[in-house]
């Protein structure tokens, strides 16, 4: 999946890993009919749902078959419960989506270069009962706010974490690194 596309595109594949990126111009993915795909934080999954891309996994070989036999038609995909439906559109109307996913990563990236640093971090290495939104991501602090309030029998995995600013901090450290990157 390390193309780009000149055209808004939906990818129909057997198999993603998830630490693949989601593609230019790719409006969805659709894993057919496999029973190894990617969980809800996989790296593409994080993408995709950032970028407003579809990824879904089609399970019903029928289905897989249709929708096989529709490449090369513009289709317009909803999903309705836990079916994936489409309709063939004229390929000169204008999307209905507020923005391509091209945009909607620029626009991602410009508000990121607006961004304040995060503050210097005070030690290199940090235990669950220091994390906060200041030193580390969504995922650390989610375990964090976790922790105590699941019922008896289920555990929050111990969990440590290197603040922001940590890595690049280290790479600093090494003087010829830089050329290197």
């Known amino acids: 999946m390390h193309n780009v596309y000149d055209r808004r595109t939906v990818l129909l594949v ?13 409006q969805a993915i ?7 795909y990617p969980d809800v934080l996989a790296h593409v999954s994080v993408r995709a749902r950032n970028l407003k891309v579809m990824l879904v996994v089609l399970f019903d070989d029928a289905a897989c078959k249709e929708l096989i036999d529709q490449e090369g038609r513009h289709l317009i995909f909803s999903i309705e419960g836990s079916h994936v439906k489409y309709q063939e559109q004229n390929p000169n109307l204008p999307l209905a989506r507020r923005a391509s996913s091209h ?22 290495f940090l235990r669950m009962n220091e994390f906060s939104p200041d030193h580390m991501g969504a995922k650390s602090n989610n375990l964090k706010i976790l922790q105590g309030k699941l019922p008896a ?27 290197q990157l």
């Open 30 to 36: 659709i894993i057919l009919n496999s029973s190894d």
């Open 153 to 179: 029998g289920a555990k929050v995995p111990e969990s440590a974490t290197i603040p922001f600013q940590m890595p690049e901090y280290s790479l600093r450290l090494e003087p010829g690194i830089n050329s």
């Open 103 to 124: 945009l909607i990563l620029q626009s991602a990236i410009d508000e990121a270069a607006r961004l304040e640093p995060p503050p210097m971090f005070s030690r290199s």
């Open 14 to 26: 057997d198999k993603i890993t998830g630490e693949e990126e989601v593609p230019a111009n790719v």
